[in-house]
């Protein structure tokens, strides 16, 4: 397939906390391919924010980088100063936060806040300034710019403030885009066309998109590859009709099982037990402690990435004998 | 599920003043209509399921049927008693009565147990606020509504801050459970939790349903649960209800515009099927001035002169299917 534009290798990013050291990514590996939607899913505390965050640099305090690589584009991201890495932020790569009602200041005119990522990269005289930031709100479907970019973002509803907050990010056309939990604070008429958005946007502009969410059916819609994160660690990667249809891990497969779904009714299957606590992982692999399939080995060793078939990888010590029932499949009836 | 009704909601209206902001006058300058005019029945021992999008007043609706909020007009019956009229009554045993009839669980169990109380202290409290068992009963019976809901003897002794969303809406669900009642309003239940622990959580409800003989009323805008879980379903617009129907006739036939919008709005999740799509453009028009006619008609695709004049009421189109739309009569 497509060259890699980012790898994450061994990447540990831990919080140092006064009640002891949260492992929050602990160990992940993977690659981002032009062009593609990958999506990374995860319930909450699996890391797959922090490990969003650890490439942008953004990591809040009091949590660290304490190893691995990200390469981007052949260059080592870890251990870059906030200088260093200013110039890559906006114009490289890209970030959309969960809350458009608190990632946007609610002190500065929509324009304003469109202008300051064009000028922080790039010297543009005021009209042509002025021309970008119309273009870009055109480009997200915010209807009557000219008007809308002189208002504040409390005048505008939640799917437009995210419009907006799609519309900063893309002021430079970056090369890769995060999108973290783009549309869990909003209404599904306005997810559905927030989604829309972001594909049409993603194909125009053939930026990489990462979708960061828990919901497994915008990961369906939206992605071409997923990986899969749970307390800290990856535990699959695959190909999206590859993952619903045949999933490895017990974890994946079990995390389908539980989600309703519209279109039919079916047996929740349950996941028993709680997310671990990350200051004190389970030993061994993380998910044994609420798995149905774990052994001793389980218990003691940690698995590895290993390679079970085209592009699909799974950290399973057992995923040659289990035999996973996939979503796809409708073993309902 | 029976078909004898439990609860009766009948024109139900709540309206909130809106005043200007000066300093000395307060003037009234108009009204958030959350919900306008809506009528429905909870059969016994069933789950009653509302859903919409945020402002459409679900919530409101469940809070005016439990009187936490004082409705503007309409009227609420349980097993044919007007609820309203006790609650307004002055015998505070009949009020007492009535609230032991009715609980409620809400959305976020991180604020709505108190962190200075015990386990023990939190299922306890409706003993002693309904004083229906004596003392020494009262140990015994909290050991027995938590492993009613899956907790063990010991988490009695423990404080909120030391559970799990999931373990914390356990709670939640045992508190609602001790004064033994008939009714639970679950207001988004599920919404504050993970994907791996909702499943616990809805599954837990399903069976204390059957093994209490419940009803349930579910507050939702999650579609998916809402068909895992509900015998019928309303579903709300602007203060409105738009459509009401059995689960299944609603999700696999629906006859509204906008039920049928919301349903196709929600990714499935399996990649074979991309059929989401964003029919609905626009967004939900304030409910201070709601638009005239039928409210859902400025986003409506099907829209018609005649839907900006007329306000559709709700009417039977199949049976025990019910649409406020103009187009599907004709």
Redo the contacts between chains.
């Keep these: 397939m497509s060259e890699t534009i980012l790898r994450i290798e061994e990447l540990k990013t831990y919080f140092f906390t006064e009640a002891g050291i949260v492992k929050a990514v602990d160990g992940v590996s993977f690659e981002i391919r032009k062009g593609e939607s990958l999506g990374l899913v995860g319930e909450s505390g699996s890391g797959k924010t922090v490990t969003a965050f650890s490439v942008l640099g953004i990591v809040p305090k009091p949590g660290k980088i304490v190893g691995g690589k990200i390469v981007f584009k052949g260059d080592n991201l870890v251990g870059k100063t906030e200088k260093q890495l200013l110039p890559l932020r906006g114009k490289e790569i890209a970030v959309i936060f969960q809350d458009p009602s608190s990632s946007l200041n609610p002190l500065y005119k929509v324009e304003t806040q469109i202008k300051d990522v064009l000028l922080a990269h790039k010297k543009m005289t005021e009209e042509e300034c002025r021309k970008r930031v119309l273009e870009l709100l055109t480009l997200v479907g915010i209807p009557d710019p000219e008007t809308r970019m002189l208002e504040f973002p409390h005048q505008f509803s939640g799917g437009m403030k995210q419009r907006v907050a799609i519309a900063r990010a893309l002021a430079l056309q970056p090369t890769l885009l995060f999108a973290d939990e783009p549309t869990t604070a909003l209404d599904v008429t306005i997810q559905a066309q927030v989604l829309d958005l972001l594909e049409d946007l993603k194909r125009k502009l053939g930026m990489s998109l990462v979708m960061i969410t828990h919901d497994m059916g915008i990961i369906a819609k939206m992605t071409t590859r997923v990986v899969v994160m749970y307390a800290g660690r990856v535990c699959e990667i695959a190909k999206t009709e590859d993952l619903y249809e045949q999933p490895r891990h017990p974890y994946t497969a079990t995390l389908l099982a539980a989600v309703p779904r519209l279109d039919r009714k079916k047996t929740l299957s349950i996941i028993p037990g709680n997310i671990p606590n990350l200051i004190e992982p389970p030993s061994g692999c993380r998910f044994h402690p609420r798995c149905k399939y774990a052994d001793t080995k389980c218990e003691q060793d940690q698995p590895k990435m290993e390679e079970v078939g085209p592009d699909h990888f799974v950290a399973c010590y057992r995923w040659k004998e289990l035999v996973l029932k996939g979503e796809s499949t409708n073993h309902d009836k | 599920m029976t078909n004898e009704s439990y609860l009766e909601v009948k024109h139900l209206v709540k309206y909130f003043p809106v005043y200007s902001t000066g300093v000395l006058t307060k003037k009234q300058v108009g009204k958030v209509h959350a919900v306008d005019d809506i009528s429905f029945d909870i059969r016994k021992q069933e789950t009653f399921a509302l859903v919409g999008?945020?402002g459409c007043g679900k919530t409101t609706t469940a809070r005016v049927i439990l009187n936490l909020i004082e409705p503007t007009s309409g009227e609420v019956y349980v097993d044919n008693e007007n609820i309203f009229k006790k609650f307004q009554s002055a015998d505070k045993q009949e009020k007492m009565k009535i609230r032991r009839k009715l609980q409620m669980i809400f959305q976020n169990p991180y604020g709505s147990l108190d962190p200075r109380m015990t386990v023990c202290d939190i299922i306890s409290e409706p003993f002693v606020i309904h004083g229906h068992l004596p003392k020494e009963k009262r140990c015994e019976r909290v050991y027995e509504l938590l492993e009613l809901v899956g907790l063990e003897e010991y988490h009695a002794e423990r404080y909120p801050h030391e559970f799990?969303g999931?373990?914390r809406q356990r709670i939640c669900i045992a508190r609602a459970l001790a004064v033994e009642p008939e009714f639970i309003i679950a207001d988004e239940p599920v919404s504050s939790l993970?994907?791996?622990?909702?499943?616990?959580i809805?599954?837990l409800l399903g069976n204390l349903q059957k093994t209490m003989g419940l009803s349930y009323l579910y507050i939702s805008?999650d579609?998916?649960?809402v068909?895992?879980i509900s015998h019928r379903v309303g579903v709300m617009y602007l203060g409105k209800i738009v459509e009401l129907a059995d689960t299944?006739e609603l999700?696999d036939s629906p006859l509204h515009p906008y039920t049928q919008?919301?349903?196709?709005?929600?990714?499935?999740?399996?990649?074979?099927?991309?059929n989401?799509?964003?029919?609905?453009?626009g967004?939900?028009p304030s409910p201070i001035t709601p638009p005239a006619g039928c409210r859902f008609n400025p986003r409506c695709p099907y829209a018609s002169a005649e839907c900006r004049e007329q306000s559709p009421e709700l009417t039977e189109v199949k049976k025990g299917h019910y649409i406020a739309c103009i187009r599907e009569r004709t």
């Design positions: 999008e945020s799990s999931g373990q993970d994907v791996s622990i909702r499943a616990q809805l599954n805008h579609l998916s649960s068909r895992q299944d999700f919008a919301l349903i196709e709005a929600v990714p499935i999740p399996d990649p074979k099927i991309k989401i799509k964003a029919g609905l453009s967004e939900v």
